[in-house]
Antibody, heavy 119, light 110 residues
Framework: QLQLQESGPGLVKPSETLSLTCSVSGGSISSSNNYWGWIRQPPGKGLEWIVNRYYRGTTYYNPSLKSRVTISEDASKNQFSLKLSSVTAADTAVYYC???????????WGRGTLVTVSS | QTVVTQEPSFSVSPGGTVTLTCGLSSGSVSTNYYPSWYQQTPGQAPRTLIYSTNTRSSGVPDRFSGSILGNKAVLTITGAQADDESDYYCVLYMGSGIPVFGGGTKVTVL
């Protein structure tokens, strides 16, 4: 059974780049048929999809965030990563990594990690 | 830009039935949008309940069911229990790789 775990700095300064990693266990990101994705949730608010990527393949972006988002993977570490540039306080949120599967839904979720943007 | 709509809140009595809806600001929801539903309790990650309109994820009790009713996707909780008190989110697949979350519905069991 796949398990996902987010990690990264909990505090990022405005205008800097937020960087998070999702470590995958119980399966390989390079041989899975899943897309690997990121979703976020500002405090007290709803969920917002950020990006989905197939290993070394097609990437789909939320149009409102596309210009600031980079997603990549490291098969040797079985991890995939998110970078969000030029952050502001509005990017403060719990960030979740998740699989987007052939069932056309988010399937497996990480526990989430809170990132606060503040000077 | 298309908005996915959900009721902000709902209240249900223990043992009662509640139907949550997931619609579009413009147009009708059909199975082609592959509606999925997620449950989130405070401080926890979302949990997938339903995918592809009406398929329960592994381990989800059968008191949760999904369907299309009229022009919306619906999630029905039959025989609500205290631990069903959560936020519920729907996702509609817009095509071209784009999923969109609804704003979520807070369900209170009292």
């Amino acid at each position: 059974q796949l398990q996902l775990q987010e990690s990264g700095p909990g505090l990022v300064k405005p205008s800097e780049t937020l960087s998070l990693t999702c470590s995958v266990s119980g399966g390989s990101i390079s041989s899975s048929n899943n897309y690997w994705g990121w979703i976020r949730q500002p405090p007290g608010k709803g969920l917002e999809w950020i990006v989905n990527r197939y290993y070394r393949g097609t990437t789909y972006y939320n149009p409102s965030l596309k210009s600031r988002v980079t997603i990549s993977e490291d098969a040797s570490k079985n991890q995939f990563s998110l970078k969000l540039s030029s952050v502001t306080a509005a990017d403060t949120a719990v960030y979740y990594c998740a699989t987007w599967s052939g069932s056309v839904s988010f399937d497996i979720w990480g526990r989430g990690t809170l990132v606060t943007v503040s000077s | 830009q298309t908005v996915v709509t959900q009721e902000p809140s709902f209240s249900v009595s223990p043992g009662g039935t509640v139907t949550l809806t997931c619609g579009l600001s413009s147009g009708s929801v059909s199975t082609n949008y592959y509606p999925s539903w997620y449950q989130q309790t405070p401080g926890q990650a979302p949990r997938t309940l339903i995918y592809s309109t009406n398929t329960r994820s592994s381990g989800v009790p059968d008191r949760f069911s999904g369907s299309i009713l009229g022009n919306k996707a619906v999630l029905t909780i039959t025989g609500a229990q205290a631990d069903d008190e959560s936020d519920y989110y729907c996702v509609l697949y817009m095509g071209s790789g784009i999923p969109v979350f609804g704003g979520g519905t807070k369900v209170t069991v009292l």
